[in-house]
């Protein structure tokens, strides 16, 4: 059984690899009070502690306006260990997966984005992604790097949570329309996840390396999905002050924020699909998941 290490151990998508990677190997799982990913010159005599066979990344710098005020880290921890990570895994033959976003691009395009694709990200945090990507890409380390958007799940804070939350607090609530992706549950990526580490173990030395959109399936806009997101609580008999009626579209000209957002996060599935044979999910199918489960606890 191989030995996966699986960084950012207790985060949305963390949380979730625990799940599906647990019967394909030894699970060394790490959160930052073990593996600070902000620490790059401490990388290497880690990961000699650990000796992984795969390096699951599911660590990164996520805070997009933050990031803005604060370049250093989010390069250490997006770009300078992703690099480093892969150094490892090149001399000791381990496979790394790596997340990346959605951006990279900066959603000017009208469809959605395939691989090939000019990136041009337009946030410190999207340029600090970009070059943890092509670092990993240059090094010649087998990896795949999935690039998703829009990630939620039942741990950690993410926009779902965040509405259910305002929901109870505020009679109004105004959100954003004119940005277009595809909400993707941290378990659709823990899932597909696990199919490519199955792919690599049944033959590790033809792994088709590379970079590959991973979301769910369809698209929507932040108003829409926060409209559900009431709906579902509303027929959930959930005490609410809003409904989803209170809540009002703006453009993103209307609600400022230090990082400027990609308008069109849409991405091109197809080599995911063809490659590994999966199936993705509607992103609504997702959002009933998780809401159900949140009711649950």
């Not at 990388?43 to 650990?50: E, I, M, P, S, V």
């Not at 710098?61 to 390069?75: F, L």
């Amino acid at each position: 059984m191989p030995r996966i290490l699986i960084t950012g151990a207790n985060g949305q998508v963390g949380h979730e690899l625990k799940r599906t990677l647990a019967p394909l190997g030894t699970l060394l799982c790490c959160d930052r009070a073990q593996l600070d990913l902000r620490y790059t010159e401490n990388l290497a005599t880690q990961l000699q502690n650990l000796q992984p066979d795969i390096i699951v990344n599911a660590a990164a710098y996520t805070a997009v306006d933050k990031a803005e005020g604060d370049v250093d880290t989010a390069y250490k921890v997006n770009a300078e260990a992703p690099a480093a990570l892969a150094t490892w895994a090149l001399k000791r033959d381990a496979l790394l997966i790596h997340y990346s976003t959605d951006y990279v691009f900066d959603g000017e395009k009208n469809g959605p984005y395939v691989e090939t694709d000019p990136v041009n990200p337009q946030s410190v945090y999207g340029t600090s992604k970009l070059a943890g990507e092509q670092a990993i890409t240059i090094s010649g380390v087998s990896h795949a790097i999935l690039r998703t958007s829009w990630v939620f799940g039942v741990h950690g804070s993410n926009f779902l949570k965040t509405i259910l939350r305002l929901g109870h607090e505020k009679e109004s609530l105004n959100v954003v329309a004119d940005q277009i992706g595809a909400p993707t549950p941290a378990a659709l990526l823990a899932d597909v996840t696990a199919k490519v580490v199955q792919h690599y173990r049944q033959s590790p030395r033809m792994f088709p390396s590379g970079l590959y959109h991973t979301t769910s399936a369809g698209k929507t806009s932040w108003y829409e999905y926060a409209r559900l997101v009431i709906r579902l609580a509303e027929e959930q008999g959930l005490p609410l002050k809003l409904t989803h009626a209170d809540i009002h579209p703006i453009s993103s000209d209307a609600y400022p924020a230090r990082a400027k957002r990609p308008l069109n996060s849409r991405l091109d599935c197809s080599k995911l699909r063809s490659t590994f044979d999966i199936h993705l999910r509607d992103w609504q199918d997702g959002v009933h998941q998780v809401f159900a489960q949140l009711c649950q606890y």
